[in-house]
């Protein structure tokens, strides 16, 4: 018996998730995206996942490349968020938004400073799930940035989570 579709993606909406902007490179050219669907996989080695749609034009580039990063946001970086997401798609130069740097990550992918951190990684596993693939990465390099609040999305809605101990 097929599931009510509406219903599906109002339940998920109850699942809190942080957000990152994932990046890549590929033939010198630079692609991000949005992604909520980011967790660790493994310590030993350091394996962490992400899913992106098939439909994604930076997924065909980490298919191709083999490498991405995931620059994990704070709170105060919702632009950016919404923006790799596509909800800006009169701005083309994502990445003249923010201070990104390649240099930093041994895969070349572009990384962003002011991130609250971010995973450097090569793809070991490419796995088919549905409309998205799950990417498997081993992390090749880690860089913890400042202190922050992380950037929360919540019941399609984009903020911060604050942790109240009362």
Request: aromatic letters at 10%; a negative charge; hydrophobic letters at 40%.
């Amino acid at each position: 018996m097929p599931i009510d579709e509406r219903a599906y993606k109002d339940a998920l909406a109850r699942w809190t998730s942080g957000v990152t902007v994932l990046t890549t490179v590929h033939e010198g050219q630079w692609k991000g995206a949005t992604v909520s669907s980011f967790t660790s996989a493994s310590l030993r080695p350091p394996l962490v996942l992400v899913c992106l749609a098939q439909a994604l034009y930076t997924h065909t580039l980490v298919s191709a490349s083999g490498v991405f990063a995931v620059n994990i946001l704070r709170h105060d970086q919702i632009e950016l968020g919404q923006l790799f997401a596509g909800m800006r798609p009169e701005i083309t130069d994502r990445f003249a938004y923010g201070d990104w740097h390649w240099q930093a990550a041994p895969t070349g992918s572009p990384v962003l400073t002011e991130a609250l951190g971010w995973l450097d990684c090569r793809t070991v596993h490419a796995y088919p799930a549905g409309d998205h693939t799950i990417f498997v990465g081993e992390v090749q390099a880690v860089h913890v940035g400042s202190d922050g609040v992380p950037l929360s999305y919540f019941n399609r809605s984009w903020g911060r989570f604050s942790a109240d101990n009362s």
